[in-house]
């Protein structure tokens, strides 16, 4: 008998940051490394993740009719496109969050624990319902932010609420930094932002324009092995399923990009 | 700003009315507790802008020589910090004191200076609350005595007691010592940048200066109708003197604005 997966969920309070895509890349790089993942996507009425995984049109049963005993979880699963391994629950667009309560959540969770290594669940924004429901049947948590003020006090207030409810060590991926800012002076530093929130670092992604293309093409950026962001999102996966992988120098790709383009503009000129 | 003082006031109930001595039950003292909070919040919060407090810098052997900086800040003038002869016990120039005190209530009586109270609650029949872990953004704490943070207090998150607020960390949000109207009470943290302080009526927010909050711990009390911040030190703490004020804190007098 195979040993249950872990239940992990992907949330952050504020919208915007980033969950979605974190919660695509992260299941894409756990299934390259040859893990079996369901993605299950809690934003019940404002479904996303299929769109960034590519996977809307074979949408036939969702969430809210496995919950509602019309579908069993295995009939509402979609297989993805690209990879073996990997699976997708997806939300229903046509109700809201309501229509799920944590305890159907957390079985519909331990359902799919017993048949897969990770569970990814993709929180919506807020601290309202689709946020409990989305906790419900997680044993893990990370925290998506952005280097921003506002984003990092929702940020806060999630971990605080998480605590509350018994939630063990949430670990934090801070996205979209950009090192250049960073170096100016005009984005909050990584530092500052970990002072603040105080819990593991799970990792650091690059603000990247590949992550925007691959996002509204639905092929997740870790699929490109150009991609800084896709770089970034394979290592959290490989951390989180426990390998040590030192983080990325930001500025060291920066001295190489400038070493190059110093060569290219010396042969030019 | 305005929103703390909004959901202040949403909380708002009838006035409530005391004329025991101190002989409350904690309920009832804890009642009129959040309404004297909000009474004050809906009064302060009128009021155009919340004023800056003002900071105490460096070591007080290097500052004694220094003279003061007086008055308060113009419109569109942020960076107000006022640096003082750090000595508890002296007389405080006229000049220093009217300076400021248009921004503020003043609740003192006349001519008097506050009664600094010490850090030490001993002797009280209310103990102090002590906290462990971060007060992340959200929370509120609220005590019917001295608070004392074992961690962080984060931007967003709230601290009010009816007497002393100690931060083992670094306050980022909002704390509201004596906030049933005792303006003896102090706010000490190991790093002080809150968001907001009140001290009973006395509200301020920090300078923004682009230094940013010292590296030291800090002390910030009521002078003089000012929230002054000073750095902490033995010495100062040694001066701040007994517990001299009334058992009830509920009985000290709050006024309202001119």
Sequence with gaps: MRQPGQVIVITSGKGGVGKTTATANIGTALALLGHRVALVDADIGLRNLDVVMGLENRIVYDLVDVVEGFARVRQALIKDKRFEGLYLLPAAQTRDKSAVSPLQMKSVCDELKADFDFVIVDSPAGIEQGFRNAIAGAERAVIVTTPEVAAVRDADRIIGLLE??????????????????????DMMDIDDVIEI?????????PEDEAIIVSTNRGDPAVTSSASRAGLAFKNIARRLRGEVVPFLQLDEARGLLARLSRIMKLSSG | MRAVGTSDRARRTGPARTGGKGREEPEILEGLARDIVSRLSATLFAEDDVPVFARTRGEPATEAEEPPLAGRPRAGEDVVTRRERPDLSGETPPARAAGRESGFRRDLPAGGRPVLRALDPAGTDRPALLVRGTVRSGRQVRHNGDIVVLGDVNPGAQVVAAR??????TLRGMAHAGATGDHTAVVAAFRLCPTQLRIASYVARPPEEPGGHPEYPELALVRDGVVVVRPLTTGMLSRLGPDSLSSDPVSSTIRRGP
């Design chain 2, 164 to 169: 002393d607020i100690v931060v083992m960390g």
């Design chain 1, 164 to 185: 509350a409810d018994g939630m063990a060590e949430p670990q934090l991926i801070l996205n979209r930094i950009r090192h250049q800012m960073v170096r100016r002076g």
């Design chain 1, 197 to 205: 929130l105080a819990i593991d670092l799970l990792g650091i992604v």
